[in-house]
């Protein structure tokens, strides 16, 4: 229902650049000194942000400990190298341009983008979404396996007097659901064994199989207890997919206009084939083959 475009798989990874810590706020302590430089807390969280993902699921304490290692090592080293006057070499210069321009970039999208995504939005993408799904039919049923061909027209000859299938099931069925009387749940087409699946659709709502079934796991008796269209999912269990989706649409949004304001020339053939091939709107591909 609700696939990612390549996009959205890097609108992901700006979020998680952008989602690091904030600007420097007034209440920002010193959390340690390197000779006369400080280290701060708003620092510390960068770090932290910043952390190999493996040491993601490290307590939060042990956590800020390797956050505020590697940035003692990074003040010392980066003091040294100024001394050496390193920030004014080209190559320096050309590299820190490159991650402002980066930076840059996520902070805006976090702005634009992530910061900007309402309830309203979510929701009505959520019911376009909902919209779009062709429902499938699905059933309720239970079943009561048996081994033998006889043991399943036994079974159906107690039903036909009058005994109730969840007692019958509890009682003779060898399948290891026997204790909740059978029951399978709901379930579309291409869930169960085809045999299996041809009955249960075939049966209408309260009637059970006059006749026992026969799959490779043994003869069923089954009994349908619903028949309705597959429901969709609740809002709340797919929020967080919805909103990827929105994101998305903003981004591409956003791609679109900066795009048209700034026309892109590629001078190297293959690469401007390549871009051009990565970077193609969604659907335009479908529309060139149906004018064929």
Do not use: C, W
Not at 44 to 60: C, F, I, R, S, T
Not at 148 to 166: H, N, P, Q, R, Y
Not at 244 to 272: G, N
């Amino acid at each position: 229902m609700f696939k990612y475009t390549k996009l959205a798989a890097f609108a992901l990874v700006a979020l998680a650049a952008a989602g690091a810590a904030g600007a420097e706020d007034a209440a920002d302590p010193v959390v340690a000194k390197v000779g006369t430089i400080e280290v701060r807390e708003s620092e510390m969280k960068y770090a932290v942000a910043g952390l190999d993902p493996q040491l993601a699921n490290l307590p939060e304490e042990q956590k800020r400990v390797a956050a505020l290692s590697s940035l003692i090592d990074v003040k010392l080293l980066a003091a040294d190298a100024a001394k050496e006057g390193l920030q004014d070499d080209a190559d320096f210069k050309q590299r820190v341009a490159f991650l402002t321009e980066r930076e840059l970039h996520n902070s805006f999208f976090k702005k634009h983008v992530v910061d900007s995504v309402t309830a309203d939005e979510i929701k009505a993408r959520y019911d376009k979404e909902i919209a779009a799904i062709n429902p499938e039919d699905e059933v309720h049923a239970r079943h009561i396996l048996v081994k033998t061909e006889e043991e399943a027209k036994a079974v159906i000859a107690d039903l036909d007097a009058g005994k109730d299938f969840v007692e019958i099931a509890k009682e003779k069925s060898t399948d290891p659901n026997k204790s909740e009387g059978g029951d399978l749940g709901y379930f579309t087409k291409g869930r169960m064994v085809p045999e299996f699946e041809a009955a249960a659709f075939a049966l209408e709502k309260g009637a059970y199989s006059k006749e026992p079934v026969k799959t490779q796991f043994g003869f069923h008796v089954i009994k349908v207890e619903d028949k309705r269209k597959q429901q969709p999912p609740a809002l709340e269990q797919v929020e967080g997919q919805v909103r990827q989706l929105v994101m998305r649409d903003k981004y591409l949004d956003l791609l679109e206009k900066a795009k048209a304001a700034s026309p892109i020339e590629i001078a190297d053939p293959a690469l401007k084939t390549a871009y051009e091939a990565i970077n193609k709107p969604e659907g335009e591909d479908a529309g060139s083959e149906e004018q064929q």
